[in-house]
């Protein structure tokens, strides 16, 4: 891990970018050490410096986390392939004009877990060896690449995911190995994610201690409130 620059915050919190080997990232900490670590998850070709991303993960660093952000591949500064952008496109043209969207979906959304799962456990090997990081360590960010990871990764001990009801077969099957403590956001007028999907994957997740919150408004409206709650959800679990 190399980090590439450094900037001092607000509330003491310290934001650097890093690379590891392909994967470019940012790492914010807090002025006690060492912290629990939270990894955030984006999708739909977000940038991990998003503004929604980057607030939610300094008020997460001011609250006494770690939190750190990559890029996975196809989104932000990492190069997007034809067949991405052509299923993107295809996504976009299917969902407005109300068609079925699930082979469209599964053919860009599953080669991505795959490929993102890997690079986020490979981050978290290094994350975890600077002396400022300690565990536990909770996910809070997309759903499907989230199932994966907290199926795969023994380190994780709690995950928070925004709701789609839109998430790959394997990943529906592997919601019900769940078992790590989890806060499940929905949107309830989500466009793009059916609320029956969304609820069907609630009910499947395996944890014995799972909470939904819903709130009313599409996909990006999530209130900035859960921000706050989802920070005293993982005080529960990683502190």
Known sequence: MR??????LDDGVLEREFTLGEIPGTLWTPVSAPAPLILIGHNGGLHRRESRLVARA??????GYAVAAIDHPGHGDRPRS??????????RRAMQAGEPVDEIFESFVAP????AVPEWR????????????????GYS?????????????????A?????GGYVPRAQREEARQITVPLLFLLQWDDEGNPRQRALDLFDAFGSKEKTLHA??????????FEVDDGDRFFGRHLK
Request: aromatic letters at 6%.
């Open 3 to 8: 980090f590439t620059s450094e900037q001092h």
């Open 58 to 63: 300094r008020q997460s660093a001011a609250y």
């Open 82 to 91: 034809t067949a991405d952008e052509q299923a993107r496109a295809e996504l």
């Open 112 to 115: 991505l877990v795959e490929k």
């Open 122 to 137: 490979t981050t978290l090997d290094a994350l975890l060896s600077l002396p400022e990081i300690g565990g536990p360590v």
């Open 141 to 157: 960010g997309m759903t499907a690449i989230g199932i994966r990871l907290a199926v795969a990764e023994p380190r994780i001990a």
């Open 159 to 163: 995950a928070g995911f925004f709701a």
């Open 215 to 224: 709130n009313l408004g599409g996909h990006a409206g999530t209130p900035w």
